[in-house]
């Protein structure tokens, strides 16, 4: 791995983690002092992620995070709730009840600092690493949405995280489905 992989992926979980604010300038610079590379290193990760849709450059600005509009957001989120309730389906008919278990103590609230890492963590259970990819991809693109920006600042967002787990354990599928959808959409019960 090179240091612009190591960048890149820095900057990429910053994004995830919902680190950088709408109207949030990266700059070359700055990312190069953050990790420690030279400008160039720096310049070739955020390129990257240019190509790929997740920045915008501005010369002689700096780089914005690509947002997604509110059809493109209910569109992932359509997609989220359906590849974490795929999960779901495989963690209860591939995963013994140990394993399930020993699952939810791993993702318990104390162990996952953040909602996306939850998520995120409960697809790659599967074992399925293109699950693991597209959860990845979809949470991703919806970290740059204008209503997760400004949602993910100040709030975790962690609401049902105990209840999935507790229903994927018993091997509820429905009660597990029903509480990532909840979950994803943000309701209150």
């Known amino acids: 791995m090179t240091l612009a992989d190591k960048v890149y992926e820095g900057i990429q979980s910053d994004i995830l983690m919902g680190r950088y604010g709408m109207n949030e300038f990266l700059v070359e ?3 190069a002092k953050k990790y420690g590379v030279s400008k160039g290193t720096a310049g070739e990760a955020l390129h990257r992620l240019c190509l790929e849709g997740q920045l915008v450059s501005y010369p002689r600005k700096g780089y914005l995070l ?3 509009t509110e059809k493109e957001f209910a569109k992932l989120m359509r997609l989220r709730i359906v590849l974490e309730k ?3 389906d495989i ?3 591939e995963k013994t009840q140990e ?3 020993q699952l939810a103590e791993e993702l318990s609230p104390g ?4 909602n996306m890492q939850f998520h995120m963590k409960l697809c790659e259970a599967t074992g399925d690493k293109f699950l693991a990819s597209a959860i990845y991809c979809t949470l991703s693109a919806l970290a740059r949405s204008e209503r997760y920006v400004t949602a ?3 709030q975790k967002g962690i ?3 105990g209840e999935i787990l507790e229903a994927i354990v018993e091997g509820d599928y429905e009660r597990a489905a029903s509480y990532i959808e909840k979950d994803a959409r943000g309701q209150k019960e």
Request: aromatic share 4%; hydrophobic share 45%; glycine share 4%.
């Open 91 to 93: 963690l209860i008919k």
């Open 86 to 88: 795929l999960a779901a």
């Open 29 to 31: 610079a700055e990312i």
């Open 159 to 161: 609401q049902y995280h």
């Open 152 to 154: 993910s600042r100040g």
């Open 111 to 114: 162990e996952i600092p953040t």
């Open 99 to 101: 394993e399930r278990q």
């Open 66 to 68: 690509a947002l997604v």
